[in-house]
């Protein structure tokens, strides 16, 4: 990628850059009007830009901003593969790019949606009973204090880092990261049932998947690991045929289930139940996380966002600047950053297409 494609400054300017780009490659366009409304009111989406002939024995799907501010990357990379590679694709395949599968938190520059929810925690069977999140509990209130000044931000973070020392790293992080059900105020919080996004992805699903016989995901996002630096992420243990699906198709995998990735085990976690999405298919779901910042610093800002939209006002005078903070620790606007991201995403896509 070259520094003549950065990342887009909002929301809007990355939906409308994606349209055109797929519409200049001949994609057949769909959009999902979103019921809520940017931080100016704007309109929001989830769009879908399709190739490949709708029969197609295979699907390969590519999803952005499944956690909103993500999408900055994710966006990215989906336009300039449309805007360079549309073209030699395999004609027997069918690709579709989904555009900001969740766009509220997208537009609002935040992680979570319209609810303050994770919508990678929002999976769980809502037949049962949330699973219990016993050390998120006893963090609660330092992660996210009613409070948030200068003072109460370095107590309570002197604080959790004092947790850290005790329990270690592994554990405060699945602790904090792993979803929890208990504090809808909180971080990584997974919600009380399946929220809008969550819906429209089966609703979606059941009609462009149920011909396929197999189906490829590839789920973008941004925030754990090395600066640039994309690893897949399996959500199947190494035991399972999808993980040894997926280790065929691309190398270096790595099983959450496990412990083997940068991301700690999920509950919620969408690409779990992919293969409820396509249940007469053969589904093979990988997620490509980007590093940017440390994970101090990720945490710093989503409890900076939490805080304003919980206790404070997201649409005054110190919103901007949580708002930049988040961005930064999950779209890192040095140019080099999305060109570093970029020659993987085109392994992996590529290798997804003619697999």
């Known amino acids: 990628m070259t520094s003549t494609a950065p990342l887009a400054a909002t929301y809007t300017e990355a939906r409308l850059a994606f349209l055109a780009a797929a519409e200049r490659a001949g994609a057949t366009l769909a959009s999902y009007p979103h019921p809520g409304r940017g931080p100016d009111a704007e309109e929001l989406a989830v769009d879908v830009a399709e190739l490949g002939p709708a029969d197609a024995d295979t699907v390969v799907m590519v999803v952005s901003a499944t956690h909103g ?16 590679h549309a073209a030699d694709r395999p004609r027997q395949t069918r690709l579709a790019m989904v555009h900001a599968l969740n766009p ?19 999976f769980i069977d809502w037949h049962q009973p949330p699973p219990a999140s ?61 929220v809008w996004s969550h819906r429209w992805l089966r609703g979606w699903t059941s009609a462009a998947l149920r011909r396929a016989k197999r189906v490829v995901i590839i789920d973008l996002h941004t925030g754990l690991g090395p600066w640039g630096h994309g690893e897949l992420i399996s959500s199947a243990s190494a035991t399972s045929p999808g993980f040894a699906r997926a280790a065929v198709m691309w190398s270096g995998v790595r ?13 919620g976690d969408w690409l779990a139940i992919a293969d409820d999405l396509a249940p007469q298919a053969e589904v093979t779901a990988i997620a ?22 919980a206790f404070g006002d997201p649409t005054g005078a110190g919103a901007p600047a949580v708002r930049a903070m988040v961005r930064a620790a999950f779209a890192d606007d040095d140019p080099a950053w999305i060109e570093t991201a970029w020659p993987q995403f085109l392994v992996v896509i590529d290798a997804a297409l003619r697999a």
């Open 255 to 267: 099983s959450m289930t496990d412990g083997d990735s940068v991301s700690s085990q999920l509950a």
């Open 288 to 309: 490509l996380e980007y590093g940017t910042v440390d994970a101090i610093s990720v945490v710093e800002s989503l409890r900076a966002d939490a805080h304003l939209h």
């Open 134 to 194: 016993v050390d998120y509990d006893r963090l609660a209130d330092i992660l996210v204090p009613t409070e948030w000044t200068e003072e109460s931000r370095a107590r309570t973070t002197d604080e959790l880092l004092g947790v850290i020392a005790e329990w270690g790293f592994e554990r405060v992080q699945k602790g904090v990261s792993g979803g929890q059900y208990s504090h809808p105020s909180g971080i990584f919080y997974g919600g009380s049932e399946p």
């Open 69 to 84: 501010v993500e999408g900055f990357c994710g966006s990215a990379l989906q336009r300039h593969w449309l805007q360079t």
């Open 104 to 122: 509220y938190g997208f537009a609002w520059v935040r992680r979570v949606n319209e609810d303050n929810v994770d919508l990678n925690r929002n």
